[in-house]
């Protein structure tokens, strides 16, 4: 089946700092979402992206489907912003890797 | 709009006990999954409904586990008998068709 795989498995920012999440994927998707699971363990939905870019506040996402990846963009990160990241990929189900577990320290 | 919802939110039984979690989608939602997230991993489908048939089962524990939609809107996962390994958190998602997904607060299991 296709493998999701996303890096760094762990961050710890300083409050206001910027990062990037990688997820890579074996194979060609149908679509692409971005999930934010925060400490009372709730998936939020951040992005739908299949391809191309799209932003949300703070907040931007990249998937390049010929390439297989996609990338989460955090600027000025908060403490808020700390928990796990999710991305996961459709192929007739939703598949997830395992997680960005991030932390923003004030 | 409503979101989808979970019930109930924190559940602890001993082994070889039952429990079940209600599920209630996003209205005009078709199509409804239930993931299990075990501790430090990513959330693992183990059914999923397309109005009040199954689409994909294969990887719910059919010895112990069950699920039914039975008028296409509400769903219920039940576990019997419960081991230990069943701790995890239940979560229940739902989509307009199968597009994107819209996940509820989740059902956290305690097995001891």
């Known amino acids: 089946g296709i493998q999701v795989e996303q890096s760094p498995p762990d961050l710890i920012l300083q409050e206001g700092a910027n990062s990037t999440l990688r997820c890579n994927f074996s194979d060609s998707v149908n679509n692409l979402q971005w999930f934010h699971q925060n400490p009372w363990g709730q998936l939020i939905n951040l992005f739908y992206i299949p391809s191309g870019t799209k932003q949300n506040g703070r907040l931007s996402a990249t998937t390049v489907a010929t390439e297989r990846y996609s990338l989460l963009y955090i600027s000025s990160s908060q403490t808020t912003d700390s928990g796990v990241y999710f991305c996961?990929?459709?192929?007739?189900?939703?598949?997830f890797g395992q997680g960005t577990t991030l932390q923003v320290k004030p | 709009e409503a979101g989808v919802a979970q019930s109930p939110r924190y559940k602890i039984i001993e082994k070889r006990q039952s429990v079940a979690f209600w599920c209630n989608p996003i209205?005009?939602?078709?199509?409804l999954y239930w993931y299990q997230q075990i501790l430090g991993q990513g959330p693992k489908l183990l059914i999923q409904?397309?109005?009040?048939?199954?689409?994909?089962d294969s990887q719910l524990p059919k010895d112990r586990f069950s699920a039914e939609r039975l008028k296409g809107v509400d769903s219920t996962l039940k576990i019997q008998p419960a081991k230990l390994e069943d701790s995890a958190v239940y979560l229940c998602a739902s989509s307009f068709d199968t597009g994107e997904l819209f996940f509820g607060e989740g059902s956290r299991l305690t097995v001891l």
């Open positions: 409904f397309q109005n009040n048939g199954v689409v994909d």
């Open positions: 996961a990929v459709w192929t007739g189900k939703l598949i």
């Open positions: 209205s005009g939602h078709a199509t």
